[in-house]
């Protein structure tokens, strides 16, 4: 089975904070993709990547940037967070074109 | 680009009794269709999918699904809910025509009780 993994299941942190969530997979997938969920608006992709080094921006990107230097792992980066980007953050991957994506659990960021 | 509207957001079942979440897309080329389960506190995970054949598609856990292109549904059925199937479900559509990133509808609560 698939993996993937966001290194913090709950954080919280200050208005202004630099903040990295992390997200790993272990199938060898080219594609990886950032999603927010809030609540009645779903999941809104803000960023993914289809190779390494490589990144696109999703429907939401204002005030988020990714990185992605290793094949397996996928990061987000908030540079100075908000309040408005307190919510969960999902991960995922997936093989080919076709193929349904693998979620992470989500991490669920507090930002005060 | 494509879009998708599920219609409820939320659905109340009695244990037992049939069900159907409703999902339509809007796209102007062929799709692929998705629906995702979130269990509380977890990620979501794949039910089924439609990418071409059969327009009737079965799922785990006894979910299944109709794709209907003249009507641009893809509705999700299950004949007989039980409690454990409480649990936000989410449609999701993508183009067929090349890499294409999913979009997802804004979800729809089921909750089912005894």
């Known amino acids: 089975d698939v993996k993937v993994t966001q290194s913090s299941r709950y954080l919280v942190k200050r208005t202004g904070e630099k903040v990295f969530l992390e997200c790993v997979q272990d199938m060898d997938h080219e594609n990886m993709f950032w999603y927010r969920q809030d609540p009645g608006l779903g999941l809104r992709l803000i960023y993914f990547s289809y190779d390494v080094k490589m990144k696109e921006k999703g429907d939401i990107p204002e005030g988020y940037s990714v990185s992605r230097e290793k094949k397996e792992r996928f990061s987000l980066i908030l540079e100075s967070a908000s309040t408005n980007q307190t919510s969960m953050y999902l991960c995922?991957?997936?093989?080919?074109?076709?193929?349904?994506?693998?979620f992470g659990n989500g991490t669920r960021l507090t930002v005060t | 680009a494509q879009s998708v509207t599920q219609l409820d957001s939320q659905v109340p079942v009695f244990e037992e009794a049939p069900v159907e979440l409703r999902c339509n897309y809007s796209s102007s080329v062929s799709v692929y269709l998705f629906w995702y389960v979130q269990y509380p506190n977890q990620g979501l995970q794949l039910l089924l999918k439609y990418l071409s054949g059969s327009t009737l598609v079965k799922g785990i856990n006894g979910f299944e699904a109709e794709f209907n292109k003249s009507q641009t549904s893809f509705h999700l059925r299950k004949p007989s809910v039980h409690i454990s199937d409480t649990a936000e479900y989410f449609c999701?559509?993508?183009?067929?025509?090349?890499?294409?990133?999913?979009?997802f509808g804004k979800g729809t609560m089921l909750l089912v009780s005894p």
């Open positions: 995922a991957s997936k093989d080919s074109f076709n193929s349904p994506l693998h």
């Open positions: 999701a559509v993508s183009d067929s025509s090349g890499y294409s990133t999913l979009t």
